[in-house]
């Protein structure tokens, strides 16, 4: 379909009217965004209507524009996936419209475990597909890391070594196609990817506190890049934390993707798989076929969203 004279004009050189644009929000920073505008690419940074900031970076939007560069959030358009964390008092949303979270490990400073199976949840529980990559395979004494990776794998999860600052071409085709968001603590090297990948791109990367064995956070805000004209990477904070009280108690078992083929052949219909007898999810663990440590995690989490 062709523009209109009078909306491409105002695609090639936006100015306040009461045409409604729409884009791609690029970058969240708090209760401000940027929005590319289609199919220019164009940048207007725009704020909500009133008290409204539930947008996240990858939502499609509609603009009014107030200035040549400035604009006002009109609409939010249906999501196909939505991620977000939340704790007991709010909700984060993280991005929006992605097809893959891709969970940002290193050797060294060590991860957190619990920090990568509450990612794991989360992306099974927003139907995203999931890719754990394990950074900084390069230094030296990376067998624990890789071994506590195996369990992951085991279970079906795409599980990628990389050394960022050596080569990131490995990770490139499990890129393609896709919206992916990267996350993960603060120093497994993010940034590093990004600037990697995309080497124009002005990302500081992280300096890494050995004696806290944590990363310092550089980046602040969530920032949308495109790789190429259907491959695009969402850049997101350092993560500490990620609360999951969003979920029922439904959803949470089945983002166990171990426990789907034993659930509903407990004995008891609304079985908690705790220490209720004949509970299959139980059984399967005596068995050794499902970890003793994800049930444990399942349990824990279980009591953490029922309170």
Known sequence: MKLTTSLANNLSNPTPSNTTLEGTVVAAYGKRYQVELNPTKQRISCVTRGKKTDLACGDIVTIKLTDKHEGVVETNLPRSTLLYRSNAFKSKMLAANVTQIVIVLATQPSFYEALLNRCLIAAEAANIQALIVLNKC???????????????????????????????????SYLQHHTSILVGQSGMGKSTIINALLPTEAVRTQEVSTVLDSGKHTTTATHLYHLNSNTRI??????????????????????????????????????????EPD????????LGVISAERLTIYQLLRLEIAK
């Open 138 to 172: 390069d230094l030296v004494d990376n067998n624990h890391a890789k071994e506590k990776l195996n369990r992951y794998a085991a279970l079906g999860y795409q599980v990628l070594h990389l050394s960022a600052k050596e080569d990131v071409t490995t990770l490139t």
């Open 234 to 275: 969402i850049d997101s904070p350092g993560l500490q934390e990620f609360g999951l009280h969003h979920l029922s108690t439904s959803e949470l078992e089945h983002a166990f993707i171990e426990f789907r083929p034993y659930l509903g052949k407990c004995r008891f219909n609304n079985c908690k798989h705790l220490q």
């Open 279 to 286: 509970c299959a999810v139980l059984n399967a663990v005596k």
